[in-house]
């Protein structure tokens, strides 16, 4: 997105994507920036690849926080409504954490007190993604486990879905670094989202072992996951159709799509 969102469907074509994920916010920030109807219909009505949008880092709905809930609410709308301005796909948002004490059993309320309603007032926008996270730090949805009962904490809304990361999972106790324990635990996910429920997978590898609760992104391959593992995403009902999007280096862009595109075709073999 430097430069522009105009930018952004250029450098995705450039490094062979076809899936798309921005950020229309600073991700770690609360301001929100101008608006840009114009730029955003033009987009909309240009871009030929699936868009999806992922919110700022700093929304977490699990805080006890007064000024933090508000803020957070304030960027989950912007981003649901931007989204729905450019034609976006879903909304990725972090799961959130229980923090300063705060008990996970009352901070999991607080996501649904706060989140539904905004869902309530932009009624048009994108499917709502959350995103579990590594594990570390209170972490209200990081395993299959704690993210199903998440879900259920929401009411099953089916206006939200799920955005899986694959380092995250790696962390959080699961270990990828084998495809059929890969398959095992993208199964376990998809348990725990329901039917249809993923919508978005973050593929990255991982600096760090599994159950770390350590969110260190590496280049596919080059992680304690490996690139062999990768080939499960291809192999495993649960994933078919579902859009993937990498999170490494800017620099690593291409080569880990074209890994990725590599172990999709010979899946199809």
Excluded at 64 to 87: D, H, K, N, Y
Excluded at 222 to 247: C, K, N, Q
Aim: glycine fraction near 10%.
């Amino acid at each position: 997105m430097a430069g522009g969102l105009a930018k952004a469907l250029p450098r995705a074509v450039a490094v062979g994507a076809d899936v798309l994920q921005i950020f229309v916010a600073n991700p770690r920030g609360w301001a929100p920036p101008a608006a840009d109807p114009a730029g955003d219909a033009t987009f909309a009505a240009t871009c030929h690849l699936p868009v999806f949008v992922h919110a700022p880092y700093l929304l977490n709905f699990g805080s006890p926080s007064a000024e933090t809930l508000a803020r957070s609410t304030e960027a989950l709308r912007f981003s649901l409504q931007r989204g729905a301005a450019i034609g976006a796909l879903g909304v990725v948002m972090h799961a959130g954490s229980s923090v300063l004490g705060n008990r996970r059993d009352d901070a999991i309320a607080q996501v649904r007190e706060h989140v539904l309603p905004v869902l309530d007032a932009v009624p048009d926008g994108p499917r709502l993604l959350v995103e579990p996270t590594a594990g570390g730090g209170g972490a209200l949805a990081s395993d299959a486990a704690s993210l199903g009962a998440y879900l259920d904490a929401l009411g099953r809304d089916q206006r939200i879905g799920v955005c899986l990361d694959t380092c995250h999972m790696h962390a959080a106790g699961h270990d990828l670094s084998t495809p059929k324990s890969f398959r095992a635990a993208l199964r376990a996910y998809a348990r725990a989202a329901g039917p249809g429920g993923i919508g978005l997978i973050h593929v990255n590898d991982s600096r760090d072992p599994a159950g770390s609760k350590r969110d260190r992104h590496e280049a596919i391959g080059h992680g304690t996951i490996g690139a062999d593992a990768f080939s499960a995403l291809f192999t495993t009902p649960v994933t078919r159709r579902v859009p993937m999007v990498v999170e490494t280096s800017d620099t690593q862009h291409a080569a880990d799509i074209a890994t990725l595109t590599a172990l999709r075709t010979a899946a199809l073999l």
